[in-house]
């Protein structure tokens, strides 16, 4: 069974930086996308950034292009969302997600975790 555990995030002001860790358990990684999404009060759970596991392509939302890096660390089975020149709307619960590559159903999510950027 496929395991997801996230650390990282807190309360920090606009310009700071923060790093969300999601580490993967149960599960073969090849063919594998990991997903950070984030959902903000009163508003839909929405895309942040991807990552392929075989060959580290990645994705993101438009607005963190340039501030927020995901990346990975094999040998740990961990992935990162680095975030700086945080902004107040960058505000949300941040949540990580596994799929297959091609597949849109997720294996599994992380428990979330709470980022908030004060101005």
């Known amino acids: 069974q496929v395991q997801l555990t996230q650390s990282g995030g807190g309360l920090v002001q606009a310009g700071d930086s923060l790093r969300l860790s999601c580490a993967v358990s149960?599960?073969?990684?090849?063919?594998?996308?990991l997903d950070w999404f984030r959902q903000a009060p009163e508003k839909e759970r929405e895309f942040v950034a991807q990552?392929?596991?075989?060959?580290?392509?990645?994705y993101y939302k438009n607005s963190v292009k340039g501030r927020f890096t995901i990346s990975k660390d094999a040998a740990k089975n961990t992935v990162f969302l680095h975030m700086t020149s945080l902004k107040p709307e960058d505000t949300a619960v941040y949540y990580c997600?596994?799929?297959?590559?091609?597949?849109?159903?997720?294996?599994?999510w992380g428990q979330g975790t709470q980022v908030t950027v004060s101005s």
């Open positions: 997600g596994v799929r297959p590559f091609g597949e849109y159903v997720y294996d599994a």
């Open positions: 149960g599960r073969t990684f090849s063919g594998t996308l």
């Open positions: 990552i392929t596991w075989d060959d580290d392509t990645t």
